[in-house]
């Protein structure tokens, strides 16, 4: 009965009124950032614009229930690159986000935010939403550690000089048999900082087609090398967990000795490690090859107004007002160390500023520098699959090198191509499934 | 004479007919239509009639799910339940004292909920700083980077439900040996049966019908694990199917294909064997107490 009275009673009162817009935004930091700019703007515009603070699951699912649906969203909404893919699923007609294309063209948007920064966004051509950041990525190391171990780092332009300069700092302090520091926290079962050297090194899991492209011999190379930083005797990397109580014990305690810094990351470590304020530095990401790239890029998110919003005009003109100022810019990175993808704001004073935490370097300008050449990245919705599963190729390489004892890249490949043959089985019989795969056969996903 | 009732039963039906049709029956209809189509991403699909069930027969993954099920089921009946039973059959002794408290003891696991136990599960399984490598480490010189939730995923969950689910098993079994007609046992005793035939003749026929009716649930509730894994791997980038796939069970892939790839017809379809599944294993339960209501 009380059902059946709950059920008349929400059918009776229909939707929610809303006067204005909706914003739904998944970042405590972001919505800290945005109240000021939406209050200003409320304050001379019509329609108002109500910001929501969700968790990154609550967007995810009412976005897709509203795509699925037909249910109401949020008149613009940030989307988390992980979740943006799988709005892309399905042909172009079907996905939920306005496409911004023709947009961005007419009024020569597209040429002042960085191109690569596109990339997540972009599907079969098309761009769905604004790009919030850059989030190219550098090299954060333990100065105090280094330094006592006697190491230069301007000695490093590639891994193979990190894994040589680096090794001095490999040691067992408390004598029980197991080494106690590593100089690098990276693990083949992450995810994040197993697609950011590979994208680092130019490998892809998807073609331009949109094909998967998993088992593909430089890509085994790749995950054969990684593997071998993290099993043997020339062991170079540890398991160290991001955003997580145990992780945060083990940076103290110098378990690593060097990070991979996004932009973002910065101010992460600012808010949960100060005991480590002036005892980091950044420097460029050592090369896969003298001359190579110095950087990759990790993590992402948009602005996207879902195509069935009453009023696009309204949507578009706050998205614009909101991502695109040079206000925005500065909050951006004074209070969350996040770099913006317009270039033209790339000359402001504030990028320059020393900051403490990095013994003063300007670690704005550093970002900036690396921000035009982060890899492009697939906006395959399979790409978050095809991830685990090369996640999952790393782990099982690895116990197959521990249990073998083999340990030279060269000798892993043969094995790591098998492994990536049947994350390229999986990946393909899950496409081959709904429609992409076959429109990408024929039109292409970018 | 026939008794004539009027519309009065049909008018006090209808709320239920109502609720039910909306919310049981037309969810059941839907998704067996939805099971016979194939999802192109939001509001598309096209029929293809029982193909979904074709391709999951040849789908690796989903017999690696029904594998980890079996593996998780077969823990929770055969380690799990045996193992309350004896707990029961402990704390049941009227000479031990403190039962009550020991009761408390073993069943509290039940009152701090599963949220808590799968955070608790995870971090004493972490490497390096987890509880339980570095009292390995400490006491045998274990490898402080042993990866237990990277390798023995399986038995990790086990011994996760077994902690929070013991207890609650525990008072079924309770429940059932206070009921044993003690006239029995004792007229056993008095024909010189041991300690172990009066368990097995006596006894153990005694508590036969809660037996199954527990043996019933945890069936069940080992083939819808979903929230340990969920929550032990939830947090990590494998969104709850932990490394290489080792924590997907039947209803994680379900949720996988639903709401992460978006293909409702394939996760329907998946629903519908589960459901098939434990409708057997009802009817198992069904046939086997038929005999103890006669």
Not at chain 1, 75 to 80: A, G, P
Not at chain 1, 151 to 173: A, C, G, Q, Y
Not at chain 1, 182 to 198: G, I, N, Q, R, S
Not at chain 1, 393 to 408: D, H, I, R
């Amino acid at each position: 009965m009380i059902a059946l009275l709950s059920s008349v009673g929400v059918a009776l009162r229909g939707g929610d009124e809303h006067e204005g817009l909706t914003l739904w935004t998944f970042a405590r930091p972001h919505a800290a950032m945005y109240r000021p700019i939406v209050d200003e703007w409320n304050e001379s515009h019509e329609p108002a614009v109500d910001l929501e603070l969700l968790s990154l699951a609550a967007v995810e699912q009412r976005m897709l229930a509203g795509f699925y649906a037909g249910v109401e969203t949020a008149d613009l909404i940030e989307v988390e690159r992980s979740i943006a893919g799988r709005a892309f699923t399905g042909p172009l007609e079907a996905v939920g986000f306005t496409d911004l294309t023709d947009r961005l063209r007419e009024e020569g948007l597209i040429d002042i935010i960085n191109p690569p920064s596109f990339g997540p966004w972009t599907s079969r051509g098309r761009v769905f939403g604004i790009p919030h950041d850059v989030h190219p990525v550098l090299l954060g190391y333990r100065v105090d550690l280094i330094e006592a171990a006697g190491i230069d780092v301007s000695n490093i332009e590639t891994w193979d000089d990190f894994k040589h300069e680096m090794r001095p700092l490999i040691v067992d302090t408390d004598g029980d048999g197991e080494m106690d520091r590593y100089p690098l926290a990276f693990w083949p079962t992450d995810l994040d900082k197993v697609e950011l050297l590979m994208l680092q090194a130019g490998c892809s899991l998807f073609d331009a087609d949109g094909r998967a492209t998993i088992d593909a011999p430089k890509n085994a190379a790749m995950l054969a090398e990684l593997v071998s930083w993290c099993v043997g005797p020339d062991r170079i990397a540890a398991e160290v967990p991001d955003f997580t109580a145990s992780g945060n014990a083990l940076k103290l305690e110098g378990y690593a000795s060097s990070y991979f810094f996004p932009d973002w990351m910065c101010d992460v470590w600012d808010k949960e490690l100060p005991q480590l304020s002036g005892k980091l530095r950044l420097m460029p990401l050592p090369a896969w090859e003298p001359g190579g790239l110095r950087t990759s890029v990790w993590g992402g998110t948009m602005l996207t107004i879902p195509k069935n919003v009453p009023d696009f005009e309204a949507c578009w003109e706050f998205a614009k007002h909101l991502y695109l100022s040079d206000e925005l810019a500065r909050v951006l990175y004074r209070e969350g160390g996040i770099i913006t993808p317009i270039t033209a704001h790339w000359d402001d004073p504030v990028f320059d500023e020393p900051s403490p935490y990095f013994g003063g370097q300007a670690k704005g300008r550093m970002y900036i520098e690396m921000a035009p050449q982060i890899p492009s990245r697939s906006s395959s919705p399979y790409n978050r699959r095809a991830l685990e599963r090369v996640a999952d190729a790393g782990m099982l390489l690895l116990q197959y090198a521990e249990s073998n004892a083999v340990f030279e890249p060269d000798s892993l490949r043969p094995k790591a191509l098998e492994l990536l043959g049947r994350a390229q089985d999986e990946i393909e019989r899950q496409m081959a499934r709904t429609a992409v795969f076959r429109e990408a056969t024929s039109g292409g996903t970018d | 004479m026939r008794h004539r009732s009027g519309p009065a039963p049909y008018i006090l039906l209808a709320p239920f007919l109502f609720i039910f049709a909306l919310f049981i029956v037309y969810p059941l209809v839907r998704s067996l239509g939805l099971a016979t189509e194939r999802s192109f991403g939001p509001g598309t699909g096209e029929f293809v009639g029982l193909e979904n069930f074709r391709l999951l027969l040849v789908d690796p993954l989903f017999w690696k799910a029904a594998r980890n099920t079996l593996v998780f089921t077969a823990g929770s009946v055969f380690i799990q339940l045996p193992l309350a039973l004896l707990l029961a059959l402990a704390l049941n002794r009227p000479d031990l004292r403190g039962r009550s408290f020991y009761r408390l003891i073993f069943f509290s696991p039940q009152l701090v909920g599963l949220v808590f136990s799968g955070m608790l599960a995870s971090l004493m399984f972490e490497k390096r700083t987890g509880l339980i490598n570095q009292s390995l480490h400490a006491i045998f010189g274990f490898s402080l980077d042993y990866p237990w939730l990277q390798i023995h995923i399986m038995p990790m969950l086990i011994i996760t439900a077994l902690w929070m689910y013991i207890g609650f098993n525990m008072v079924y079994f309770l429940a059932a040996l206070q009921n044993v007609d003690k006239s029995l046992t004792e007229a056993a005793l008095i024909d010189g049966a041991s300690k172990t035939q009066r368990f097995y003749h006596v006894t153990l026929p005694a508590i036969r019908p809660v037996g199954t009716f527990v043996v019933l649930l945890s069936i069940i509730g080992s083939v819808q694990l979903f929230e340990l894994p969920f929550i032990i791997f939830g947090q990590t980038p494998y969104g709850g199917s932990g490394p290489d796939n080792r924590a997907l069970t039947l209803v994680m892939y379900l949720y996988r294909q639903a709401f992460e790839t978006g293909d409702l017809g394939y996760a329907s379809a998946l629903g519908w064997i589960i459901a098939v599944f434990l409708f057997i294993a009802g009817l198992g339960q069904l046939v086997l107490t038929r005999g103890d209501r006669a």
